[in-house]
T-cell receptor
Framework: TQLLEQSPQFLSIQEGENLTVYCNSS?????LQWYRQEPGEGPVLLVT?????EVKKLKRLTFQFGDARKDSSLHITAAQPGDTGLYLC??????????????FGKGTHLIIQP | ETGVTQSPTHLIKTRGQQVTLRCSSQ?????VSWYQQALGQGPQFIFQ???????GRGNFPPRFSGLQFPNYSSELNVNALELDDSALYLC???????????FGPGTRLTVL
């Protein structure tokens, strides 16, 4: 069974600060997706990374896929209260044509205080 | 373009009952996956349907079953409900197996 470990589990910082969330596994993934989830709603896809070493930017969010495709990070610059939410990483196994579904981490609960 | 929709939004059942949850996939998507998200946890993969056939399954017992229809909408059926089945049930559609998955808002199931 593949596992994805996210850290930290909880993070509360002031508006304007920077932060990094980590997603680690001992397994290789063909792709890794980051989602943001609000309470009582479904996860919303932020980005998909596929190539080892890949870096993608989405405004103030920077996503990186590890060279070995086992880990990923999400960095937020100058956090805003609107960034508050549950951030989930999810990996897709390399074999099986995607039929095994996504493996999710437990998530990072992020609170940005004004 | 309509996104993924799920019904009902909330549902309360008692132990031992059966429940059916419904999902309409995003236009152009032929693959639907179902996930269970317990409180404070990440979603866990239940199964995936592709072209009306079960295409993959996670570690869930046979009392969790599903269907996919010709229009690619899907149902999740759970028999003999247990208290631990209380969770948010999420449906995700994708253009193909292994493609990016887009989630619906979920159905909150409470088993008493």
């Amino acid at each position: 069974t593949q596992l994805l470990e996210q850290s930290p589990q909880f993070l509360s910082i002031q508006e304007g600060e920077n932060l990094t969330v980590y997603c680690n596994s001992s397994s290789v993934f063909s792709s890794l997706q980051w989602y943001r989830q609000e309470p009582g709603e479904g996860p919303v896809l932020l980005v998909t990374v596929v190539t080892g070493g890949e870096v993608k930017k989405l405004k103030r969010l920077t996503f990186q896929f590890g060279d070995a495709r086992k880990d990923s990070s999400l960095h937020i610059t100058a956090a805003q209260p609107g960034d508050t939410g549950l951030y989930l990483c999810a990996g897709l196994e390399g074999s099986g044509g995607g039929a095994d579904g996504l493996t999710f981490g437990k998530g990072t609960h992020l609170i940005i205080q004004p | 373009e309509t996104g993924v929709t799920q019904s009902p939004t909330h549902l309360i059942k008692t132990r031992g009952q059966q429940v059916t949850l419904r999902c309409s996939s995003q236009s152009g998507h032929n693959t639907v996956s179902w996930y269970q998200q317990a409180l404070g946890q990440g979603p866990q993969f239940i199964f995936q349907y592709y072209r009306e056939e079960e295409n993959g399954r996670g570690n869930f017992p046979p009392r969790f079953s599903g269907l996919q229809f010709p229009n690619y909408s899907s149902e999740l059926n759970v028999n003999a409900l247990e208290l631990d089945d209380s969770a948010l049930y999420l449906c995700a559609s994708s253009p193909r197996p292994g493609g990016e998955q887009f989630f619906g808002p979920g159905t909150r199931l409470t088993v008493l």
